[in-house]
């Protein structure tokens, strides 16, 4: 792990949002961070050379290891994603605030899949991407003025029973919307009569007759020429699922087809809410269990329910050159791995299955305790192994 000293200009966004910057940054998996208290962290722009270098899929961790700290990712900052080549983002749980025009005119942007916890989708937060399909999650509140403006190629988005208000051009230009899902019992406060300027022929999927007749009723939502009213009677195509292991350490599941889906975790908990074409489950070292339910947030096809299965890992891999000195045993047991052998002159490096740097350093300690449960991949010198700390 290693510290960036030069501070990003993203500082000076984030002061006026009143987030509290420490003296350093991280950069950890090629993602960088701002300290913004003793155990958080913000997701930083990666900009140099006068561009933003994120691209392609981006798999948020849920915490990043430095200097001897676990930091729980708990916030993108503004602009952090601005104009990247980004195709995919899936951001965890822990992340509640995302900043303004934080992944604006990312236009190669296809995907994403909003965290549980968020509380408002921020100004201008996605406008400009490719986005297809979108779920607002359960719990936001506001969906902030020109959030989704300019995304031409949106044609689904689910809204959520906690939405209250829609900021102007909320939906500005989304010229091929064709498809709302709003759990929202009353129809949500539109703040300016240009929330959907630029569109026309939205069928929105309600829950009942009640709520379709507050909907007719208001001024916005009841435009004949903008909107037409339906009641929600279930999934209208089939849901699709296929899974593939990409790199040893993901289950990709390929989902699709214009639907929602609700994936828990083994424990029961629930995970996601996304409508992306892929999500990404880790292996870990033993199989789990996934379920996933198609959904239109008002009713979950329970019915067709799938199960997705993380594969066990491979046996341990191992990459050795023969060395004269003789080999090197690496085990873990109880919250510690143990490396024995002669590792004079190499390098220890400990990584998540994440493929976050939990620890480097020169190869003088025998143990090293880390916390669990958890997988970790252990490369010293030459040698690679998988192992389990329970």
């Not at 290891?65 to 503004?78: E, L």
Request: aromatic share 10%.
């Amino acid at each position: 792990m290693k510290k960036i000293h030069n501070i990003l200009v993203l500082i000076a966004l984030l002061a006026s949002h009143a987030i509290h910057l420490l003296a350093q940054d991280i950069e950890a998996n090629g993602i960088f961070y701002n300290i913004i208290s003793d155990t958080q962290v913000a997701v930083a722009p990666a900009y140099y050379d006068g561009a933003n270098h994120y691209q392609g899929c981006i798999i948020l961790p849920e915490r990043v290891y430095c200097d001897g700290i676990n930091y729980d990712v708990a916030a993108i900052a503004p602009r952090a994603f601005w104009r990247s080549a980004v195709t995919e983002v899936q951001i965890p749980n822990s992340v509640t605030m995302i900043g303004e025009a934080a992944f604006a005119d990312a236009e190669q942007l296809a995907n994403i899949t909003l965290p549980l916890g968020l509380a408002a989708v921020s100004r201008y937060m996605l406008a400009g991407t490719a986005l297809t399909h979108v779920v607002i999650p359960e719990g936001v509140t506001d969906i902030g003025t020109g959030a989704f403006e300019d995304c031409t190629g949106l044609r689904t988005v689910f809204l959520p029973a906690s939405l209250r208000r829609i900021g102007d051009r909320a939906f500005g230009y989304c010229s091929s919307l064709n498809e709302v899902y709003s759990d929202a019992a009353m129809p949500p406060l539109t703040m300016g009569d240009a929330a959907f300027e630029g569109c026309e022929g939205i069928d929105v999927m309600l829950a009942d007759e009640g709520t379709s007749r507050r909907y007719q009723d208001d001024g916005v939502w009841g435009d004949e020429e903008v909107f037409s009213l339906w009641i929600d009677e279930g999934l209208a195509v089939l849901p699709r699922m296929q899974q593939e292991t990409v790199g040893g350490s993901w289950t990709v599941l390929t989902l699709g087809n214009s639907l929602a889906y609700k994936i828990y975790g083994p424990d029961g908990y629930l995970l996601a809410i996304t409508a992306a074409d892929r999500y990404f489950l880790p292996i870990g070292a033993q199989s789990s269990d996934y379920l996933v339910v198609p959904t239109t947030l008002m009713y979950d096809e329970e019915d067709l329910q799938m199960v997705a299965t993380t594969a066990q890992p491979a046996a341990i891999e191992e990459i050795e050159e023969p060395r004269p000195e003789g080999d090197i045993n690496i085990v873990g047991l109880d919250g510690t791995i143990y490396i024995e052998g002669d590792t004079h002159g190499m390098w220890t490096f400990i990584y998540d299955v994440y493929g976050n740097l939990w620890y480097e350093r020169p190869a003088v300690n025998n143990w090293i305790s880390l916390p669990g449960p958890r997988v970790y991949i252990v490369k010293v010198g030459n040698k690679v192994r998988k192992v389990f700390l329970n």
